[in-house]
C-alpha cells in the first residue's frame, strides 16, 4: 500500500551544548540542549553524519531532507502516515511491516521497482521509518537502487535505536541464515525519536535491551542504571567510535557483534520466534561461559555475563527444544567465520576480540551445560519495571 504526498518545509531545532561520552566512545561529541536532545557524530570524514537523540527530533526530518537537495522523497514506513512532518518536497508513502518475514531479497526488489514508478533518482532520498529489519531492508534497497541513493533512518523501536539504524550496515536474510546478503551503506543522518518508544510491547522494549546489555562487555558498562535516552546515546557514541575506526569489519568492529554468533542461530533455529536482542541476550551470557571454557576469564567474570543480562529482564537461557546441531550449522555459516570454523567475539584478558576455530567439542559441552526453559523465549529472568521512553526520556 503507498500514498502519494506532498508538503512543505518546518523549521527544524538547533542542538547545542557539549559533553563527552565515557569510554571508548569519548572520542566523539555528545551534543545536548536543555531539552535533553542528545547528538553523536559517525566520522567517516566527508561521510560523516549525525544522530539525534531525544523526544521530537523527527521535526530535523524537513532541513535533514533539504540538505540533500533532493526534490522527491520515498518514505518507507512501518508507523502510519502522518507520524512525521512534511517534508517540501513531493513524496511517496510506502507501508512496510516489521518483522523478519518481510526482510527478504523480494522485499528489496518490490521496494525498487517502486522507486522506479516514482521517479526517483540518486539525487533524492529515502526515508526509513520503523525498527531494525525496516531500517536494514531499506537500507539495502537504497544501496542498490541507482547503485546508491541518499538514505535517512528514522529508527522507531528500542533495537533500531540503540543499534541497528548505526553504522551502514544493510541486510536480508537467506534460508541457510541471517543477514547472508547486504552492503554498506552509511545513511546521512538518523533521528533516534524517543517519543516513539512509549508505545513499544513490553516485550519489545525488552528486546531492545539485547544490545544494551552486550554493551557492558565491549566498553560500556553500566547503562542499566541510566534514563532511556541516555542508554541510547551511549550505545550510539560507542558504536559511533568503533565504526569511525573499522567502517567494514576488519578488525575492531567485530566486537560489536559481540553474543551474535549464538544469537543469530538462535533466531533462525526458532524460526524467528526469539526476537533478536532476545537471542543475542542470551548469546551474550553463552560468550561468558565459552570463554571462561577456554581459560579466558575468571569465573567471576563469567558469572557477571549472566547477573548483566538478567538484570535487564532479558532470557538466559537456551529453549528447551532447541536442536544443538542445528545450532552448529548456522554457527559454522555465520559471516565472522570466513572459513575458520566456529568463530565467536570472547571477552579475555585484552578485552574482547574474535576467536576464530573454537573447537567444536567445548562448544557443545557448553551449549549443554545451559540452562534450558519450557518457555519458547527461554525467559526465565524477572522483567523489572524500567522508566518509560517519553518527553523527559
Not at 533524492?124 to 541518499?150: K, N, Q
Not at 516485550?203 to 535491551?209: L, Q
Amino acid at each position: 500500500m503507498s500514498q502519494s504526498m506532498a508538503g512543505r518545509s518546518t523549521a527544524g531545532r538547533s542542538l547545542e551544548g557539549m559533553a563527552p561520552v565515557s569510554g571508548p566512545a569519548a572520542t566523539h561529541p555528545l551534543v545536548t540542549d536543555a531539552a535533553q536532545h542528545h547528538r553523536v557524530d559517525v566520522d567517516l570524514g566527508d561521510r560523516t553524519y549525525p544522530v539525534h537523540i531525544g523526544p521530537g527530533v523527527r521535526a530535523l526530518l524537513p532541513e535533514l531532507v533539504a540538505a540533500t537537495g533532493a526534490s522527491r522523497a520515498v518514505v518507507v514506513s512501518a508507523r502510519p502516515a502522518g507520524v512525521l512532518p512534511p517534508l517540501g518536497v513531493d513524496t511517496l508513502w510506502l507501508a512496510a511491516r516489521d518483522g523478519e518475514e518481510d526482510k527478504t531479497l523480494a522485499t528489496v526488489a518490490e521496494l525498487c521497482e517502486r522507486f522506479a514508478e516514482f521517479g526517483l533518482t540518486r539525487s533524492d532520498v529515502v526515508i526509513s521509518c520503523g525498527g531494525g529489519t525496516t531500517t536494514d531492508t531499506v537500507g539495502l534497497a537504497a544501496a542498490l537502487y541507482h547503485r546508491g541513493t541518499p538514505v535517512i533512518h528514522l529508527p522507531t523501536s528500542l533495537l533500531a535505536q540503540v543499534d541497528a539504524s548505526i553504522g551502514g550496515k544493510t541486510g536480508v536474510n537467506l534460508p541457510e541464515g541471517k543477514n547472508l546478503v547486504g552492503t554498506y551503506w552509511q545513511p546521512r543522518a538518523v533521528l533516534c525519536d524517543t517519543e516513539f518508544l512509549a508505545t513499544l510491547p513490553e516485550r519489545e522494549r525488552i528486546n531492545g535491551c539485547g544490545e544494551l546489555a552486550r554493551c557492558h562487555f565491549i566498553g560500556a558498562p553500566g547503562l542499566g542504571s541510566l534514563p532511556p535516552a541516555e542508554q541510547i546515546a551511549r550505545s550510539v557514541g560507542l558504536k559511533a567510535s568503533v565504526v569511525s575506526r573499522d567502517e567494514r569489519d576488519q578488525g575492531l568492529r567485530h566486537i560489536l557483534n559481540y553474543g551474535h554468533t549464538l544469537g543469530h542461530a538462535l533466531e533462525r533455529a526458532t524460526a524467528y520466534a526469539l526476537r533478536h536482542g532476545e537471542a543475542v541476550a542470551v548469546g551474550t551470557v553463552f560468550a561468558g561461559r565459552l570463554a571462561g571454557a577456554l581459560g579466558r576469564i575468571p569465573e567471576s567474570r563469567v558469572a557477571e555475563h549472566q547477573e548483566v543480562v538478567a538484570s535487564f529482564g532479558l532470557p538466559t537461557a537456551l529453549p528447551a527444544d532447541v536442536d544443538h546441531d542445528a545450532l552448529i550449522g548456522y554457527m559454522l555459516r555465520d559471516k565472522k567465520a570466513e572459513g575458520h570454523g566456529l568463530t565467536f567475539v570472547l571477552d579475555g584478558p585484552d578485552g574482547p576480540e574474535l576467536v576464530a576455530d573454537v573447537p567444536e567439542a567445548v562448544v557443545r559441552r557448553q551449549l549443554a551445560a545451559m540452562a534450558r526453559s519450557a518457555d519458547p523465549l527461554g525467559a526465565e529472568a524477572p522483567r523489572p519495571a524500567a522508566p518509560v521512553p517519553g518527553a523527559t526520556g
